[in-house]
């Protein structure tokens, strides 16, 4: 890939309320993953160019661009095959799957992952639909242009089905937890997590929110801006720098000095 390549992707953020309050679900990824490799992220990854071809299986995108369906069916598909959490519906119904459901398509994650079967193909055997409708935008940001890889991603709020077993498909993640958002920053602080810029600028703007609801209440309304970080280089060092309106609570950072 040449540096002005910029790679559409997606990820979500699964939520659920835990005993001490909002809990998110982040995988480890794998050392080998060429991108924040050993890093705590959200599940998520690059949109496949068939992905628009599960159009015709989703709920939820009668005012959406091709651009939009193809990154939330990448969302939703990434998901169910990075941890294993499937957000769709029966055809007919208006409840998300069951997880005794869920147990009998893990095996489909592999075949899709690998280009075994599309997605769509998936989706038109089990008779299923993606609920594109439980998808909540929640940030835009694109990998500066001084990065070897870049990619356009859209991050998703969604809150986990209660009975779908979340797990790291130990391929491109390694671990996984479902970790309160403060914790995570307090484990990045402490060198416990390695988290980088855009994950944790996301995770705290999470921590911001005590609830599931809470968290899709103020992520509605929330105008989202595209987040293009660049660098500004001064006399103290240079500084990773984002624009102030995008709603985070910092919008630049000094770099660690290299040598």
């Known amino acids: 890939m040449t540096n002005d390549s910029i790679v559409p992707a997606a990820t979500i953020l699964m939520l659920r309320d835990g005993g001490s309050g909002l809990e ?14 050993g890093a705590l992220v959200f599940p998520g990854g690059k949109i496949d160019a068939a992905d ?15 651009y939009d369906i193809a990154m939330q069916v990448g969302a939703i598909r990434e998901a169910f095959e990075e941890c294993g959490v499937l957000l769709a519906r029966a055809e007919g119904q208006e409840a998300l799957i069951s997880g005794d459901r869920l147990k009998t398509l893990v095996d489909y994650r592999e075949s899709i992952h690998s280009g075994e079967i599309s997605f769509a193909d998936f989706l038109e055997q089990e008779k299923l639909r993606l609920a594109c409708d439980c998808l909540i935008p929640f940030a835009h940001w694109v990998t500066p242009d001084m990065m070897p890889k ?18 790291h498909d130990g391929t491109e993640s390694v671990d996984s937890i479902w970790i309160d958002p ?28 005590s609830s599931v609801d809470g968290a899709i209440e103020a992520s509605q309304k929330r105008v989202i801006k595209e987040v293009l970080p660049w660098t500004e280089t001064r006399e ?13 609570a910092i919008s630049e950072e000094k770099m660690p000095s290299r040598g």
């Open 236 to 248: 103290d060092g240079t500084y990773l720098c984002i624009p102030a309106d995008a709603g985070y």
């Open 24 to 37: 998110v679900f982040m995988v480890v990824r794998h050392h080998q993953i060429d991108f924040a490799s």
């Open 150 to 167: 870049r990619f356009d991603t859209w991050f998703y709020l969604a809150k986990a089905p209660d009975d779908h077993l979340a797990i």
């Open 52 to 66: 628009i071809d599960a159009a015709p299986y989703c709920d939820g995108i009668e005012s959406a661009s091709t």
């Open 182 to 209: 403060k914790a995570a920053l307090e484990g990045a602080k402490a060198g416990t997590y390695t988290i980088i810029f855009p994950t944790r600028l996301n995770v705290e703007m999470l921590a911001e929110s």
